[in-house]
């Protein structure tokens, strides 16, 4: 898994803070969007996801807030912990069974 | 534990040989998926099951083939290795093919064709 992450933007918070993390998605047609984690080494795990009827969901520390009029989702992490280190991306979906996944972001909780 | 189980988690192959990566899950789940991750992309979906008994392609279908062997395993074959085949792939479930919570995910195999 370290080599997916050979090119990725890196957000570096300390511990405690509160992180964000932006997504600019392709499709104005999308309706249905997800944020995974992925931590080194694993496979992508699901955190939390929102559909275009909505502009805002929070689950246990996390947030999702969708924008469609510029087409751009964040995912806030509330009180950050080194167990948040990861790579974060988000995926959209128009309905098919397509998902277009996004490149990343790295996330460093420094202690 | 339930989820999404890949084998082999490493592999080396040479220029032209083949192989199979093999994937089963334990959650019922109706389909399936092979995707490749690569430095600076996002997920591509190589080949996808919707249901048991059906295949279709993805993204970037060239060089692989799958197989669905029942409902819980879905294998992907490299029938003859190149370099650009140099991947992270990631096999995936899903109850349905678009449904909510998205997919699980394997742990994934690391290949590396020389």
């Known amino acids: 898994g370290e080599s997916v992450g050979l090119h990725l933007p890196t957000l570096s918070v300390q511990e405690g803070d509160n992180s964000i993390i932006n997504c600019a998605y392709s499709n104005s047609a999308s309706d249905y969007f997800i944020w995974y984690k992925q931590e080194s080494g694993k496979g992508p795990q699901f955190i939390i996801d929102i559909r275009s009827n909505m502009d805002k969901r929070q689950g246990q520390r996390v947030t999702v807030l969708l924008n469609k009029t510029v087409k751009h989702l964040s995912l806030q992490i509330a009180a950050t912990q080194p167990g948040d280190s990861a790579v974060y991306f988000c995926a959209e979906n128009s309905g098919t069974y397509k998902y277009i996944f996004g490149t990343g972001t790295r996330l460093k909780v420094l202690a | 534990n339930a989820g999404v189980t890949q084998t082999p988690k490493f592999q080396v192959l040479k220029t032209g040989q083949s192989m199979t990566l093999q994937c089963a899950q334990d959650m019922n789940h109706n389909s399936m998926y092979w995707y490749r991750q690569d430095p600076g992309m996002g997920l591509r979906l190589i080949y996808y099951s919707a249901s048991e008994g059906t295949t279709d392609k993805g993204e970037v279908p060239n060089g692989y083939n799958v197989s669905r062997l029942n409902k819980r395993e879905f294998s992907l074959r490299l029938e003859s290795a190149a370099p650009s085949q140099t991947s992270v792939y990631f096999c995936?479930?899903?109850?349905?093919?678009?449904?909510?919570?998205?997919?699980?995910f394997g742990s994934g195999t690391r290949l590396t064709v020389v």
């Open positions: 995936a479930s899903s109850e349905a093919i678009r449904t909510p919570y998205g997919y699980t």
